[in-house]
């Protein structure tokens, strides 16, 4: 005979104690698997994490254990991502904000820039006004052995007639050497190569639509890369007068060419310091670089340099320097701007 409290009945009476606890216990909660959805965003979010340490080589240093795992590491990571999106979406509609920070990106600057574009006060233009362009310059003279010298920069006026129809005086020019006529053979309607400010008004104002449409109207030079080629033919637009929507809608286009970085220190050919808009052929090695002013956000000039040594060119040579002096409309020939309020 058992002792009580001992032997097989004791083994009964706790087991029955242990069933009856856990039928009064609620049920373990079951894990979640994680969505396709959130094993998405974790896989983008890592990637971000390994393009920034790509991007940004850490100096030499001996190698020591790491103290963090991963899944502790990616919060921090999480909110730097969240915060640079913020950024970006808020960063767009400043009229003249000149409280870029340190790191702004180039699509963020851009979008400053279309922002302060899009309130800018242009009245419409007539086709029998012409638009005036002030400006001073220099392009480098290319000797036979590659090397490349900055001629002495000059200043020049231009009147650009604003007629759509073809026409075989296009405008005149002003410079040392006096007044001269601007001729087209054959004539030449208003378009990418003469652009108006009724032809600039029919393009597209959705930056993609745009973009595609600038891409088909270009042709890129012997060598150049197709988006080079972009690039430079919207900075041979944005010294022209077009509608603020427009002109919002070409820097929106501009963002999303590949490329594209923020120079935070350039200077056009008057001697005047802004952020740079710049892109880099990579095959050419030579740099084009827009200049906006500091404060207005208004386009200034632009620059070309090599990146590169090429031949007998060096790395550094500027190729050509352009500044933006002064511009509006007028009614006609040798007419200029009285009071508009655009110099630059």
């Known amino acids: 005979m058992n002792a009580a409290g001992s032997g097989p009945d004791r083994a009964e009476h706790e087991e029955a104690e242990r069933e009856e606890l856990a039928r009064l216990l609620p049920a373990p909660a079951e894990r979640d698997v994680p969505s396709e959805p959130y094993l998405h965003h974790k896989d983008r979010l890592m990637q971000h994490i390994d393009d920034d340490q790509n991007r940004t080589p850490a100096p030499a240093r001996k190698a020591r254990p790491r103290l963090l795992r991963p899944a502790l590491v990616m919060p921090a990571a999480a909110l730097a991502l969240a915060g640079a999106l913020a950024v970006t979406f808020t960063g767009g509609g400043g009229s003249g904000d000149s409280a870029a920070q340190p790191r702004e990106t180039a699509t963020v600057l851009l979008d400053r820039i279309a922002g302060t574009a899009a309130k800018s006060d ?25 090397a490349s010298e900055l001629d002495p920069r000059s200043r020049r006026e231009v009147w650009k007639s604003q007629q759509v129809k073809r026409i075989n005086k296009t405008g005149e020019i002003h410079d040392d ?67 603020p929507e427009n002109a919002a809608a070409l820097y ?31 095959r050419t090695w030579v740099a084009n670089v827009w200049i906006f002013d500091r404060d207005s956000l208004a386009y200034l000039g632009e620059r070309e340099y090599r990146t590169k040594d090429f031949a007998a060119g060096k790395k550094g040579d500027v190729l050509s320097e352009y500044a933006l002096l002064e511009h509006g409309i007028v009614d006609h020939y040798r007419e200029r701007p009285q009071g508009d309020g655009t110099t630059k």
């Open 177 to 243: 050497e006096g007044y001269s006529p601007m001729y087209e053979l054959g004539g030449s309607p208003a378009g990418i190569d003469r652009p108006t400010y009724q032809w600039l008004a029919s393009l597209p104002t959705d930056p993609d639509v745009l973009l595609e449409e600038l891409y088909r109207m270009t042709e890129a030079e012997d060598g150049q890369e197709k988006a080079q080629a972009v690039f430079e033919q919207i900075g041979r637009l944005l010294g022209d007068v077009m509608p």
């Open 252 to 282: 929106k286009a501009v963002a999303k060419i590949p490329g594209v970085t923020r120079q935070e220190d350039a200077v056009d050919a008057a001697g005047r310091h802004g952020f740079g808009i710049a892109r880099v052929d990579k």
């Open 122 to 146: 242009v009245r419409p233009v007539r086709q029998d006004q012409f638009a005036y362009v002030k400006s001073v310059g220099a392009g480098a003279e290319m000797k036979e052995n590659g």
